[in-house]
Each structure stands twice: as C-alpha cells, then as structure tokens.
C-alpha cells in the first residue's frame, strides 16, 4: 500500500523533496578503522581520489546542473584538505559537521564523542569560519548523547537515522529536525572496495541508476524526502558521475520537486509543524 499525505508538506505544494548530500571523508574513512592504514599509501590514495578528483569534479557537475548540495566534512579533512573545503564552501554548498577524523561513537565512551565532536567543529570555525547548522555522525551512529551535543552547538539537523522517509522531530528542545537516511542512497555499499574491510564486488553504475531511479520514484509518489548520501572518493569516478548527472537530469524532468539544501529542508519543517 502506496503512503500518501492528505495534502503537501512542502513549499507551494511540492510533490516531494530532493537533497543531495555527500560526505567528504577522504583519507579518515580508513584512518578512523585502523590508524595503521596511515602506512599504506594504496588505501591512502583512495581517500585521496576524493579531495584531488572527485570534489573538483563534482562542484563542476553540480554549477553546471544548478544544484545546491550538502557536504559533511569532518575537522581532519578540512585540516588536511583545505583548499578543497574552501571550494565548497565558496561554491555556496553548505557544509554541515561529520565528526573530527570520521571516528565512529561508542556509547560507552562520551568523553571521546564529545572530544571529536568539539575538535570537529573549532575546525569548520577556525579553518572555514563555518558554523554548521547539522550533524551527520560518522556511519550514521548516534549514542544517548549525540543529540544533546547537536543542540549544544546550536545545530537544528541530524541526518543520520533510518526510521522513515518523511523529517520528523526529536523530543526535547530545542528542537532538532531528523532528515532520514537509507543505505539503498547511499553510494558506499554498491561501489566502495577494499580488498579486507570491504570485499565485495563493485555494482555497474547503470544498475544503481535504476535503483536511484526508482527510489525517487517512489518518493514523487509517496510524497517524502528524497535524501541521497554520496562520497567525492566514491561517486566521483567517471562512470559514477555520469550516472549521477543523468539521475539529476531525471528528477528535474519531474514537475513539482523541491531541491533544498539540509538545512532549508529543516527550516521548513520546522515553520511547518509549528503551524500544525
């Protein structure tokens, strides 16, 4: 059974809403797995790939298409990779906050959250002189508190669960908008590869793009937030770039879709339920 809203949640009765985020977590992808990857300069260069390739080429898709996107930094990359988080920023993209060095929380150690939580943003302010009105937790992790970090630093996103394809707010104020995610819009698990943490074989990008497709096809029918999470290092390879340019060409073809960055998408839904 199809799920439709009595009437449009969105601006001028949109039909749905589309987001287009990405992750630029070159090297800390691998370092936060295991810091010993540091030594190997062939995983090293995957993460490289995506500040010297994929976000130049990705800027350059996204100005042709017209497309404002979200990228989620953590501290580390902006530290290491600044010109490349300079680009972003001064495309007009917004930049909203990944954790310090992509290091995934564990409930059982707060202080350690809190620390890379802090590191994370004095870097997006001291380096890019960017406060981040979202989070996105590294492997899209939350613990007890993640979402009390979130509004201590005065962020109104998360983007991290996977509990529906509408936004919906978390209880406790001030309020925080949640913009799902799902691994089916994601790029990692179809094309991400490493010969021991992640050994499994690469999808066509032509199969992808009719997954993509009908996903976004369900949501101009459902009616929900159509939030694709990309990665410079992943998506940004020929192939993959082409399928992405002509999936955004697909959904422009489609009338009453909303493209909204994460935090104009909160920003409405918040305006919204407060009308409710």
Request: aromatic content about 10%; some cysteine; charged content about 25%.
């Amino acid at each position: 059974m199809t799920k439709r809203m009595p009437s449009s949640p969105w601006p001028k009765g949109a039909r749905c809403a589309v987001m287009l985020t990405f992750d630029f977590d070159a090297e800390t992808l691998w370092l936060s797995r295991d810091p010993k990857t540091a030594d190997s300069p062939g995983v090293m260069s995957q993460g490289r790939y995506g500040a010297k390739v994929g976000v130049p080429r990705l800027l350059s898709l996204l100005r042709a298409e017209g497309v404002r996107a979200t990228f989620y930094i953590p501290g580390w990359v902006v530290e290491h990779h600044t010109d490349e988080a300079r680009a972003i920023r001064d495309a007009g993209h917004e930049i909203g906050h990944h954790g310090y060095r992509h290091d995934w929380p564990h409930p059982s150690k707060p202080d350690e959250e809190r620390a890379a939580f802090d590191q994370g943003m004095k870097a997006l302010e001291s380096v890019l002189g960017v406060k981040p009105r979202g989070y996105r937790a590294p492997a899209w992790e939350l613990t007890p508190i993640t979402l009390d970090l979130v509004r201590k630093h005065g962020m109104v996103h998360s983007s991290n669960l996977m509990d529906d394809v509408f936004p919906y707010l978390h209880p406790g104020e001030p309020p925080v908008v949640e913009l799902p995610v799902q691994w089916v819009l994601d790029d990692a698990p179809y094309f991400l590869m490493h010969p021991r943490l992640a050994p499994r074989p690469m999808q066509s990008p032509e199969v992808i793009f009719g997954i993509w497709r009908d996903e976004f096809r369900g949501f101009y029918e459902w009616g929900g937030l159509f939030n694709l999470a990309c990665h410079p290092q992943v998506i940004g390879h020929p192939s993959r770039l082409l399928m992405l340019r002509r999936l955004i060409r697909l959904m422009k073809r489609h009338r009453g879709v909303w493209w909204a960055s994460a935090s104009e998408v909160a920003d409405h839904w918040l305006r919204d339920q407060a009308k409710r």
